[in-house]
């Protein structure tokens, strides 16, 4: 448990070392989903358009 | 192109995930603090990452649109353009990091020196050309006026790389500038070349996703499209 | 390669040239002012009056460092293995403020020479080592000096 601790506080730099490792997460998980939220748009897309181009 | 790299995202996931994992683990629990540093230097693990990363995009993007300028080439533009946004994701980390780094160690959150007003620049160069890009009516133009500011901007790499040697600052000299003799303890220095690979490979996947899109998008006139929207992802 | 792609590659590379001098004579003209800080040997030809706020860096003196017993004044000499500053200041020290380490401070010099701080920055360098492996690089007199060094970028006035 004190290893944890230990872990944790980071020799006495916890707020400095946590605050970064959080801020570069959100910044990159926030591309990630970006991006693959897009990639499903076009897809749905692309299907959609390839429907209605079979029903004429 | 579009199939193979609907192929390779898993594999390049897989394995960004892998040493994502592995660099974390050993530079967080396993490498020892620093003598003067204490573990306040941890942060290096994304720090230095992000930076290389913010440069070699900048360097993809700007050679992608001088190859979309001389040749037209349609998936040259489309790279430049789906690198920006990254770029300018692992700019921003970099500055960030930095300076939750330069507070406990240097003293100050920010100072104006050469170093980090460059890669602030950086920072406006990518936020730049995706402004010239939304604000543009006809895609033709948007896409030669950005691709012209990438390519004059790319000037700034240089500056970037080489301020710390130029001028005097208060950021530190590279660590590793060449690979004999690294200023860092090996059990250091694995971790960060891990950090290094997995942001790599972060970025490859993450471009593809986003070409992959704009591919979707743009030749929505294309049957191959509508066929292989249809049969791969219903 | 088509004339017309030929001529492309001459504009982009034309147009990289361009802005690649320019942006040289810029910097160079600008060459003091980006430059974060002057060195001790720039103080002592007379590149700042006093009173006038500029920022020094160099080397903390091995041995120079007094601190008051009363409050957070502190003094010390700074170095650029050529000519040295002493220094004043009062207020909290930067946590890798040591003997032997860089720093830079931002202040002026009182009538006397001495700069009156009123912001210490330290500077770390490029290594990175275990307690154990500095410790017997010590010993071993072998410590790795940094490329940082103080002396090698003076702005003559």
């Not at chain 1, 990639?39 to 079979?54: D, E, M």
């Not at chain 2, 890669?119 to 033709?140: D, I, K, N, S, V």
Request: hydrophobic letters at 50%; a positive charge; proline letters at 4%.
């Amino acid at each position: 448990m004190s290893e944890l601790m230990d872990f944790l506080s980071m020799g006495g730099y916890a707020f400095y070392v946590w605050t970064s490792y959080a801020l570069t997460t959100i910044i990159l998980l926030g591309i990630v989903i970006w991006s693959s939220r897009q990639l499903k748009q076009s897809r749905t897309q692309a299907i959609r358009r390839a429907q209605q181009h079979r029903k004429r | 192109m579009y199939r193979f790299a609907d192929r390779l995202a898993p594999w390049l996931a897989g394995l960004c995930v892998l040493c994502l994992v592995a660099g974390l683990y050993l530079g967080l629990v396993v490498a020892p603090a620093d003598y003067e540093q204490g573990d306040s230097y941890r942060i290096i693990y994304i720090h230095v990452p992000a930076a290389w990363m913010s440069m070699f995009v900048y360097v993809v993007m700007a050679t992608s649109s001088a190859v979309f300028l001389i040749w037209r080439l349609k998936i040259a533009d489309m790279v430049a353009l789906a690198s920006a946004p990254i770029g300018a994701a692992f700019t921003a980390v970099a500055l960030l990091t930095g300076s939750f780094w330069g507070k406990p160690m240097w003293g100050t959150w920010w100072i104006w020196d050469a170093r980090l007003t460059s890669e602030l620049l950086l920072l406006f160069l990518y936020l730049g050309y995706l402004a010239l890009r939304g604000a543009l009516e006809t895609p033709q133009s948007a896409s030669k006026a950005a691709a012209i500011l990438a390519i004059v901007g790319v000037v700034n790499i240089p500056i970037i790389h080489f301020s710390v040697e130029w001028w005097n600052t208060l950021h530190q000299p590279a660590t590793i500038t060449k690979f004999d003799k690294p200023s860092m303890h090996i059990s250091m220095l694995r971790p960060l070349l891990l950090m290094v690979l997995a942001f790599q490979l972060l970025y490859f996947h993450n471009l593809m996703v986003r070409v992959r899109a704009l591919i979707l998008q743009r030749e929505n006139r294309a049957s191959w499209v509508a066929e292989l929207a249809e049969k791969n992802h219903v | 390669m088509t004339p017309k792609r030929k001529q492309r590659l001459m504009m982009v590379c034309l147009m990289l040239c361009g802005v690649g001098v320019a942006v040289a004579f810029g910097v160079n003209a600008f060459k003091q002012n980006i430059m974060l800080f002057h060195s001790p040997s720039d103080v002592a030809a007379g590149a700042v009056k006093p009173g006038q706020p500029f920022r020094v860096g160099g080397m903390v003196i091995d041995g120079s460092v007094k601190r008051s017993s009363e409050d957070l004044a502190v003094t010390f000499e700074l170095t650029d293995h050529a000519k040295n500053i002493p220094v004043s200041f009062t207020g909290i020290l930067p946590d890798l403020f040591r003997e032997g380490q860089g720093i830079v401070a931002m202040g002026a010099i009182d009538e006397e020479g001495t700069f009156i701080a009123s912001e210490v920055l330290a500077k770390h360098d490029e290594n990175y080592m275990p307690p154990e492996v500095a410790e017997a690089l010590e010993k071993a007199g072998k410590m790795p000096g940094t490329r940082a060094n103080f002396d090698s970028k003076t702005v003559q006035p």
